[in-house]
């Protein structure tokens, strides 16, 4: 006999790997865009990276989403009432304002991507870039970035905001984590897409470990505290595959290890900075995120 | 007016005629996960038996909305102990965390207070099964929804009352107008207390806003496998938000710090430069 809420079968490879994708795009946008309103012209390499990555990033999670349904094709009843056709949402439930969310941020990233593709000349035609040169840049750049916050911390809302005991009970931090991990995997992945690019990342460099050094210690803070909160049912954190998922992936190595070398390098002065380890330490930043969001998904499902 | 059930598991006889009734009147066949094919017998054989007690469902799922709960207290050298028996099913909440989680409308209240789940617009994204605390929503396979009890939505709009509450043989389930049944059950309580039953209670005056299908219990709650102080999740929707909010704050502020800084000292290092 069980006492309390059911666990939803969310699968990993689906809303796991959303949690993921959504985040990353997001973190990734939102420094892109704070690059595009305060940085300089030098900056103009990690805002045009950021809004390469954030719209093909995010296009990898509509598939996943809609993979999860048990009637995938009523899908655009998120959107949209079946019997009337008019909009529909209920502020009541994150999954409803994340589904409009999604709609609004996925036409901001697309607009900026474009952006990119006619500023760099990829896209040669000239009506088009005339036409496209009326949407104001900073506009969208803004509502998007807001747009991309919603989307990397209403999953963990939407997590909090449930009665089963791990997430009911770690309310409500886990918004909060998955929403520094986003920035943290949105920023891992604009160094690595700058590197492969050759976007001049060694310049960049110091600012990534910069930034990293304060949300990666915002990281650990959160996800102690989630373990503090969850207490009795913090069990499912420290036994069986989701512990080492979680401890393991997401602590050590998607946290700590980064932070640690990322301190290291720091003290040790500028010279001490390899690209090699920065490369593989932001492979781990990422990797990390991924399991963040499979451990805890899972392991409040059991 | 809300009709509701009210549940007096005191003369409930464990007989799961209820449930018989639940599935015959709404359809519901075995779950497929709950059979095997073997091949030494030609029909599937069924695996979901619990095999530890007479309760044979063990939970409320997508295809048995009706589930009678056995509490079976013996000690190990079976001197005394008692039956606890208590037919389970959704308590139609006044503040329903599947609806108020339901993210396109497939969930509803009708104009007599039931909750249903529209099974032609439910997409089956599974939300509301962790977002109803006393855990009554399932996922069914069969159908790709949601699914869970409905009050017999189509007897009771016809003046039926629902087919458990028509099948109980002991009066244990009673099927009206809510406020009535509140009588009865008030009335009912007092008789158990004068009688003796310190521990009776009445369970679903308070809970997650009223339920309209509400208990009479002997022992706690918990004992009934209900929770104690069912927390309805959406009460604390404005919290959370505010705290993801200060997370996304920081992440903003050290993006800022990070990534300005160096702004600031490159005309600095362009002056050396000169």
Known sequence: MSIGAHAPGWEWYYIGLYFFFGGVSAGAYF????????????????????????????????????????????????????RSGFPYVNFSSPM?????ALVLYGAMTLLSFLDNLVSEGKIDSAPFARLYSRFPRKLYAAVGSAAGFFIAG????????????????????????????????????????????????????????????????????????????????????????????????????????????????????????????????????????????????????? | MPKGMFVDTTVCIGCKACQVACKQWNGLPGDPGDFREDPAEKIPVAVNFTGNSYDNTADLT????????????FPENRSGGRWLISSDSCKHCNDAGCLNACPTGAIVR???????????????????????????????????????????????????????????????????????????????LARLKSLGHDKANLYGYKEAGGLNVFYLFLDSPTVYGQPERPVVPQGRLVLSSAVTVAGALAVGAAALVAFRERGQVEPGEEEVGK
């Open chain 1, 154 to 302: 209403y999953t963990g809302v939407l997590l909090n905001v449930t009665a089963r005991p791990l997430w009911a009970l770690t309310d409500p931090l886990v918004g909060a984590l998955f929403t520094v991990s986003a920035g943290s995997t949105g920023a891992a992945a604009i160094f690595l897409v700058m590197t492969w690019r050759r976007v001049h990342p060694a310049a960049e460099l110091e600012e990534f470990e910069r930034f990293d050094r304060i949300v990666k210690v915002l990281e650990i803070a959160l996800a102690i505290g989630i373990v503090i909160a969850a207490g009795k049912y913090a069990g499912v954190l420290f036994r069986g595959p989701y512990a080492v998922m979680f401890w393991g992936g997401a602590i050590f190595l998607g946290t700590m290890v980064p932070l640690t070398a990322n301190w290291y390098a720091h003290l040790a002065g500028r010279h001490a900075r390899s690209e090699a380890v920065a490369v593989l330490m932001a492979c781990l930043v990422l990797f990390g995120g991924l399991l963040l969001r499979i451990s805890l998904v899972q392991a409040g499902q059991l």
């Open chain 2, 62 to 73: 997508g295809t048995n909305w009706r589930h009678v709960m056995f509490i079976e207290q």
């Open chain 1, 96 to 100: 409803s304002v994340g589904s409009w």
């Open chain 1, 31 to 82: 420094i892109g865009s704070l690059a595009e309103f305060f940085g300089g012209a030098r900056h103009r390499g990690i805002s045009r990276t950021a809004f390469y990555i954030a719209f093909p990033t995010l296009l990898v999670t509509p598939p996943l989403l809609i993979g999860d349904l048990g009637q995938p094709l009523r899908f655009w009843h998120l959107l949209f009432d079946a």
């Open chain 2, 110 to 188: 009708t104009d007599l207070g039931n909750v249903v789940v529209r099974q032609d617009v439910c997409i089956g994204c599974k939300y509301c099964l962790p977002s109803c605390p006393f855990g009554v929503v399932s996922f069914s396979h069969l159908t790709g929804t949601a699914r869970k009890c409905t009050l017999c939505d189509d007897r009771i709009h016809n003046n039926l009352g629902t087919a458990c509450a028509k099948a109980c043989p002991t009066g244990s389930i009673a099927y009206g107008e809510v406020a009535d049944l509140k009588k009865r059950a008030d009335a009912r």
